[in-house]
């Protein structure tokens, strides 16, 4: 099982609270190696009023979290049962786990964010081993050369006719190996 990314449905306007308590939940019950990260989707936006330059922060999907975890029954229980959460989004309801996010979905919100899918920190240095799962050099694995964050793309090497060359993929067409 590995680590995919989920949308919960909360009641509107306690997204912040939803994350709150799914975190202390997280913390207090031990369950770190099951759920990663909850995020609530907001960007920055710039709003003049009177001539006057203010900048505010205004959700993306008001009503809705999302969770990064490893779907097993101990996880899917604890979000489905913090106080707030109505459930999750892409689950057929009658016990049926949801349907996680597809990479470019998760990529495209959360680098609007300026955050990654990945744990840049952990997951992603020079000289890691990727393997490649979308594009032209799919499922070839390398090494990586080159970050760029701001534009979410990374230089791997790959070995291609024995030689080994420079290839730049965005960050939703790789996975760590």
Do not use: C
């Amino acid at each position: 099982m590995k680590k995919e990314w989920y949308v919960v449905s909360t009641v509107s306007g306690h997204e912040y609270k939803v994350k709150e308590k799914l975190e202390n939940r997280i913390n207090s019950m031990d369950l770190g190696q099951n759920i990663f990260r909850v995020i609530v989707p907001e960007q920055k936006e710039i709003e003049y009023k009177d001539g006057v330059k203010k900048e505010k922060v205004k959700k993306m999907f008001p009503g809705y979290v999302l969770v990064e975890m490893i779907m097993s029954d101990e996880a899917w229980f604890i979000v489905r049962n913090t106080q707030g959460v109505t459930g999750f989004i892409g689950s057929s309801g009658k016990g049926a786990k949801p349907i996680p996010l597809l990479p470019q979905e998760v990529d495209r919100v959360l680098g609007s964010m300026g955050m990654s899918r990945m744990d840049i920190n952990k997951d992603i240095k020079q000289g890691s081993k990727v393997k490649i799962v979308d594009g032209p050099f799919k499922d070839m694995v390398g090494k990586i050369a080159n970050i760029d964050l701001k534009q979410q793309k990374l230089n791997v090497l790959i070995d291609l006719f024995g030689q080994e060359t420079s290839v730049e993929v965005e960050l939703s067409q790789i996975e760590v190996m």
